[in-house]
């Protein structure tokens, strides 16, 4: 079998910014990685910090870890794939009932970048 990015039942994705669509990348290719399907919990749906949370604005997702054999790996993984100047990813609630890596772009940037103004 084959490992994927798979989507927990109920998850919604109403807005996918190109951020999360990096994110999607990352996820789909650290699930390859490491051998072991990736599961999305969270997008835009379910109770966050605020109405300016980046999950509802497509630019967040929760990945599930307590079926994943090394939650370190798939971290490192998703990490890798990802540039950090503009993503932050980590393990949320670690050692806790809620433990997830929650993966977004990075607060006070935009993805992508604004393309540099060119004068002729």
Request: proline share 8%; aromatic share 8%; glycine share 10%.
């Amino acid at each position: 079998m084959i490992p994927v990015l798979r989507v927990k039942d109920g998850v919604e994705f109403t807005v996918i910014a190109p951020g999360g669509f990096a994110i999607l990348a990352a996820l789909d290719n650290a699930a390859g990685n490491i051998g072991h399907d990736v599961t999305i919990t969270s997008a835009c749906d379910g109770a966050h910090s605020g109405p300016d949370d980046p999950h509802h604005r497509g630019e967040a997702y929760d990945v599930r870890t307590h079926d994943v054999p090394d939650k370190e790996a798939l971290l490192s993984w998703i990490k890798g794939s990802l540039h950090e100047d503009y993503f932050f990813a980590w393990i949320e609630d670690a050692g806790g009932d809620n433990q997830h890596i929650h993966v977004q772009v990075r607060k006070g940037t935009v993805y992508p970048p604004p393309e540099p103004v060119t004068t002729t």
